[in-house]
């Protein structure tokens, strides 16, 4: 069964750092594999999603890699402002068209 | 193009009652899938429904739970005789094909359970 874990729990950055997230998974026969934000009483929004045969994906600060033989994936944002503090959550999605969500990250930027 | 909308936003039930959740998918998309996310924990994966067909109920708990996606209307997803370890936020994802595709995620229901 796939597991997908996420560290740190939490961060808390001053403005303007550069970050990573790290998202690792147990089974690497997957498919592709998403990051999301999911704000305080929101649904989720997608930013990035990494398709099985991709290294990376980019998107304005964002950018997100993806290593299947370890099981690891790590999203980058650069230039941290205020408006990014969420929860940033990764799934992995497998053969069954299943999505295996991680925990997610908490992600506080201080102005 | 209006997003995957969900209603009720935050429902509200007393154990022994039945919730019906709707989500109605982006327009041109046929697939829709329903997550639960427990307070504390990560979202679990449900069912996966494409029009008229149950694809991949895995996730879903053997009783009192269903799901059903018509030919015409949103998708349902019905709890019965609700007991309080069902409060959850409830989120409904839909995309146009198959998991190549991005998912797009409508913004939840929050059912409570008195």
């Known amino acids: 069964k796939q597991e997908v874990t996420q560290i740190p729990a939490a961060l808390s950055v001053p403005e303007g750092e550069n970050l990573v997230l790290n998202c690792s998974f147990t089974d690497s026969a997957i498919y592709n594999l998403q990051w999301f934000r999911q704000d305080p009483g929101k649904g989720l929004t997608s930013l990035l999603l990494?398709?099985?045969?991709?290294r990376e994906q980019t998107s304005g600060r964002l950018n997100a890699s993806l290593d299947k033989s370890s099981g690891r994936s790590t999203l980058y944002i650069a230039a941290s402002q205020p408006g990014d503090s969420a929860t940033y959550l990764c799934a992995v999605i497998g053969t069954g068209n299943q999505f295996y969500f991680g925990t997610g990250t908490s992600l506080t930027v201080i102005p | 193009n209006a997003g995957v909308m969900q209603n009720p936003r935050h429902l509200v039930r007393r154990r022994g009652q039945e919730a019906r959740l709707r989500c109605s998918p982006m327009?041109?998309?046929?697939?829709v899938y329903w997550y639960r996310q427990l307070p504390e924990e990560g979202l679990k994966f449900m069912v996966y429904l494409q029009k008229e067909n149950i694809i991949d109920e895995s996730g879903m708990p053997k009783e009192r739970f269903s799901a059903e996606f018509p030919k015409e209307g949103p998708s349902i997803l019905r709890i019965q005789q609700v007991v309080r370890g069902d409060s959850a936020a409830y989120f409904c994802?839909?995309?146009?094909?198959?998991?190549?595709?991005?998912?797009?995620f409508g913004p939840g229901t929050r059912l409570t359970v008195l």
């Open positions: 994802a839909s995309s146009p094909a198959s998991h190549s595709d991005t998912q797009y």
């Open positions: 990494i398709q099985s045969s991709q």
């Open positions: 327009k041109g998309h046929s697939h």
